[in-house]
């Protein structure tokens, strides 16, 4: 027995002794292991970060993952910012700085994982992932594992898996590290912390990505990445400037442009744009101010050391031609693959060698990293691989290469261009660049024949289709496009494509989109109206302060007054152009001054003029000034406080013999009694004036007194009242009628947001009755009118008159009411063209009346019924009158309609060759019942050219069908915008 114990004895301190001198030996061989995998994170990282660890965000991360955080520590920290702040280079900053022992030393592993890098077409497991970023690629998976707590992934670029991300809801979570998995899943899995839940994320994304990833992490910590402050980037830019005047100059060349300046966020940038702007010096290129563009100063640098090598060497060799064409198409494929790091296999493909490409640039346009097994490459900066690619585009027809990509394929439809507007705007505004006529003339050289790429042709044409679908395409639209046309800085390309634009929208923030407006806007021959919302503009710029040189070369800095004078010549310019809509402006003292003198021009043409909720300076000196030119016909003042002296300067220009006006609204200007006087004696006085708008002024009992007499009066001779909202009482509606009685020339009244008692109504109706009233169009919309009152209207109605538009929106008509209407519509004296019955409690149960009245009236050219519970049944009764009436224009949005009365609509839509306009927003279609829409939508006998529709709600099946159906019929017009804010523009869809 004891012989026995003292066996089993040595045997458990054999085992003991054996299990310590291996669990030592796995000690020393993970240690050296794990300081392996440190060396082959510094070698590959440590020539491609410039570590900052002063920056305001890493101190901040930092902060963030201290172990010993009393307040909240996440286990989720989200970078973002725009594309080229340096985001990646924050990343590698981080594994490199946990590498030499300077960051994160409570972390016993930290991950990279590059989403450009990774094939998301395989499956891997965790555990495989984490090998491939080992030196030897065999990782100690189970030790990194045994403490999750210690473990910090960093994953740099999720924009780019995006699209790998589109069906998360269908994804199962893996919860198992050593399963292997979709990459997608994985990835999804730790982000949604079912995968290592203890673990530590750090994500990098560009803000378009943020909003997808939001919904995706745990309790996350956004760190907003801004790049170099503007002082820094300005020292950067300019260190080796010595010139004080040169340092001015390349200062305002490149700070004048703020979308250039914004590039420059990392010091890498910086260093490629002080480099062109001192190749500009030496070659004698004087900077141009402000039109620095960085396709200008990439191209300088770029082609400059394509010809370094003498003059007599001005055309590349065959070589160097496959070697630039080679660089180019590989930075294209990795711009459209989501790439921007490369290996020496990816080079073999191109046929590319670094030092060929070296030797080529006389620089280092590729940056190295990783060991001589497995050397990696990346673009020195990744606007560099942006124009390289975009370069690829100009070059591809000069060889064999040849590949196309579809932002530059000919796009039929404004929905197609906005789909392209997020992707790789980089490489698109490059392209823009490169078709200016001394870029390609200097690359014709380098060739040895001339460059003229039908690439040129699509890209106009993709601009020409934003100028051509007025109704989808968005100020920010508008003003992107310019700015890519601004980057060519070639008038003849960016005039073609600025040929098909009669109107423009545009949001003017900073001084830059000012300049790129006035250059694009010469540029629009055809332009007939300009809508234009301008921030306040600083008239100082405070870029001045970035550099203390510049307060003593004042001289240099283009100021406001003259960016002002250059948008604002285009009005003197172009003949045809007879809008300019200045709303919701900030406009300064220069502003105003400049406007008046180019509208006081005898070449200025502009018609209409809207100062709508514009903040303007000084408003009678100079808004008042501006009605003394003959051509303008209406001016739009609402939202602008008008002081009773205002008013006196206002109604002594208009009845200057030079002014013309024909419209006057002064919507919401806090009129007086005294203002009114001023406006009823006006009335007597000019015969110009032919419409006035004093709606959302409250209008009393002695001010209507004043009103009621001068429209009495023979001598008055306005068409258009405008009385919406303006808190009538039963005596002032009393004063107007009255008036009305003797008033031979009003044509249309609109009473809209005033509460209007049956006896007021009756006494309206009435006046319309009269043969000497001249009342044709009637606006009671929100009304608050009473049972008996429509009663008074259907009298109204069947009677001769000339009335010939009636809205009656937002009233509690209800059924019973619309019979009398109906019957009164049927009418042979009844000749109503116009009848608006918007949300007016209306059920099916009034659409067998509706549709007799419609099969019957044939002078009833637009109904609209939006907004009322009609219901399918509704809808399909109405349809068998429809199909044999003469309407126009029907509105049927928001009426509670689905897929059922489909196939009655279709039959409509064509059968019935008089409807031009039909509106279906806000229902609830199927893509069954949609499919059958889009089918009579397109039938030849249709003839719709305006659909009230909202593509983004229905499935890409039925998109691609309304896009069919553009395609086909081009002039028919597909919009969602039912209803907006400003009335002139509520009824958009009939016009």
């Not at 590498?99 to 890098?117: P, T």
């Not at 003949?575 to 200045?582: C, G, I």
């Not at 519509?825 to 000749?831: G, R």
Request: aromatic share 8%.
């Amino acid at each position: 027995m004891v012989q026995i114990y003292m066996s089993v004895l040595l045997k458990i301190r054999f085992c003991s002794h054996f299990v310590f001198l291996l669990s030592s030996y796995l000690t020393s061989y993970h240690g050296y292991n794990l300081q392996d995998y440190k060396a082959h994170v510094i070698a590959k990282f440590n020539t491609s970060v410039d570590l900052q660890y002063d920056s305001p965000e890493m101190k901040v991360l930092s902060d963030a993952l201290k172990p010993d955080q009393k307040t909240f520590r996440p286990h989720t920290i989200i970078l973002h910012g725009r594309p080229g702040v340096g985001k990646s280079a924050l990343a590698r900053s981080i594994v490199l700085g946990w590498a030499q022992g300077k960051l994160y030393q409570d972390m016993s592993y930290v991950i990279f994982f590059s989403v450009r890098e990774i094939n998301w077409t395989e499956k891997s497991s965790l555990a495989q992932l984490i090998a491939k970023e080992w030196p030897d690629s065999w990782a100690p998976v189970k030790k990194i594992m045994s403490q999750p707590e210690r473990l910090l992934f960093v994953i740099d670029g999720f924009d780019d898996m995006d699209s790998f991300l589109q069906d998360e809801d269908d994804m199962t979570l893996s919860r198992d590290w050593k399963d292997e998995q979709p990459i997608p899943i994985l990835m999804y899995s730790l982000l949604r912390k079912a995968l290592l839940p203890q673990s530590f994320l750090i994500i990098t994304t560009r803000d378009t990505g943020l909003e997808k990833l939001k919904s995706m992490v745990v309790s996350p910590l956004y760190i907003v990445v801004e790049g170099l402050s503007a002082s820094k980037r300005s020292q950067l830019i300019l260190e080796n400037i010595s010139d004080d005047y040169q340092r001015m100059q390349a200062f305002h060349s490149v700070i004048e442009n703020h979308q250039l300046f914004n590039q420059c966020q990392a010091p890498s940038m910086c260093l490629l744009v002080s480099e062109a702007l001192q190749l500009q010096k030496k070659l004698g290129k004087e900077c141009t101010l402000p039109c620095q563009t960085l396709t200008g100063l990439y191209a300088t640098l770029v082609f400059h050391r394509l010809t370094l090598r003498g003059p007599s060497q001005g055309t590349l060799s065959q070589e160097e031609q496959i070697t630039l064409v080679g660089l180019c198409r590989m930075a294209a494929e990795g711009v459209w693959t989501m790439r921007s790091v490369f290996y020496d296999d990816d080079l073999k493909n191109y046929n590319l060698k670094e030092s060929e490409i070296s030797a080529l640039f006389h620089r280092n346009i590729l940056l190295q990293f990783g060991h001589s097994s497995e050397q990696g490459y990346i673009f020195f900066h990744l606007s560099l691989q942006d124009f390289f690619a975009a370069l690829y585009y100009v070059l591809e027809e000069l060889g064999e290469w040849n590949q196309n990509f579809s932002f530059i394929k000919n796009q039929q439809s404004i929905m197609e261009v906005k789909r392209t507007n997020n992707i790789h705007l980089g490489m698109k505004r490059f392209l823009f660049g490169l078709m200016n006529k001394d870029i390609l003339k200097t690359l014709g050289v380098l060739f040895g024949c001339p460059v003229n790429p039908t690439v040129k042709q699509k890209l106009q044409h993709w601009v020409s289709l934003i100028g051509q679908q007025v109704n989808g395409t968005s100020p920010k639209d508008t003003l992107d496009a310019f700015y890519y046309l601004f980057e060519s800085q070639d008038e003849e390309f960016v005039h073609v494509a600025l040929n098909s634009f009669q109107e423009v929208w545009l949001l003017i923030n900073q001084k830059m989109d000012l300049t790129v407006s006035s250059y694009c806007l010469q540029q629009c021959q055809n332009l007939k109206a300009i809508r234009v919302d301008i921030r306040d503009l600083a008239s100082e710029d405070n870029t001045l302060k970035l550099c203390p040189l510049v307060a003593h070369q004042k001289k240099l800095h283009k100021p406001l007054r003259e960016c002002w004078g250059s948008f604002f010549s285009v009005l003197g310019t172009h003949p045809n152009l007879k809008e300019l809509d200045l709303g919701n402006s900030i406009l300064n003292k220069w502003a105003m001054e400049i406007l008046c003198l180019k509208l006081g021009n005898s070449s200025c043409r502009i018609q209409k003029l809207t100062f709508k909720n514009a903040e303007i300076v000084s408003v009678p000196q100079y808004v008042w000034k501006l009605v003394s030119n003959p051509n303008i016909k209406s001016l739009n003042l609402g939202c602008t406080p008008m002081s009773d002296d205002d008013m006196k300067l206002g109604c002594h220009a208009l009845r200057h013999p030079r002014c013309s006006l024909e419209t006057l609204r002064l919507d919401s200007c806090e009129l007086t009694l005294t203002g009114y006087e001023m406006i009823a004696t006006l009335l007597l006085l000019t015969t110009n004036l032919k419409c006035l708008s004093l709606a959302r002024n409250k209008v009393g009992e002695n001010s209507m007194m004043c009103l009621g007499d001068a429209l009495r009066s023979s001598k008055c001779s306005l068409k258009k009242l405008i009385l919406d909202g303006c808190d009538l009482t039963p005596v002032s509606c009393h004063i107007l009628v009255s008036a009305l009685f003797s008033n031979q020339s009003l044509t249309h009244l609109c009473l809209s947001n005033n509460n209007l008692g049956t006896k007021e109504v009756q006494q309206l109706c009435e006046v319309v009755k009269t043969p000497g009233c001249a009342l044709q169009q009637l606006i009671l919309n929100h009304c608050n009118m009473v049972d008996t009152a429509y009663g008074f209207l259907a009298l109204m109605l069947s009677s001769y008159g000339n009335l010939t538009h009636l809205s009656l929106s937002k009233n509690p008509v209800g059924d019973s009411a619309m019979k009398l209407l109906c019957e009164a519509l049927m009418e042979p004296t009844c000749h109503l063209q116009e009848l608006e019955l918007v949300d007016c409690q209306l059920t099916e149960n009034c659409c067998e009346d509706l549709s007799c009245m419609v099969t019957i009236n044939k002078h009833l050219q637009s109904l609209d019924l939006g907004n009322n519970a009609l219901g399918d049944e509704g809808v399909i009764a109405l349809c068998d009158g429809l199909k044999h009436s003469s309407l126009r224009r029907l509105g049927l949005g928001a009426c509670e309609l689905t897929s059922n009365c489909c196939d009655a609509l279709s039959l409509v839509i064509i059968y019935n060759s008089n409807l031009k306009s039909l509106n279906l927003v806000m229902n609830d279609f199927s893509t069954a019942g949609m499919l059958k829409l889009c089918s009579a939508f397109q039938c030849s006998a249709a003839s719709l050219a305006v659909i009230g529709l909202w593509k983004q709600q229905y499935y890409a099946e039925v998109r691609k069908q309304l896009e069919e159906l553009q395609s086909i019929k081009p002039y028919v017009v597909i919009h969602g915008d039912w209803y907006s804010i400003d009335e002139d523009d509520r009824n958009w869809w009939k016009n």
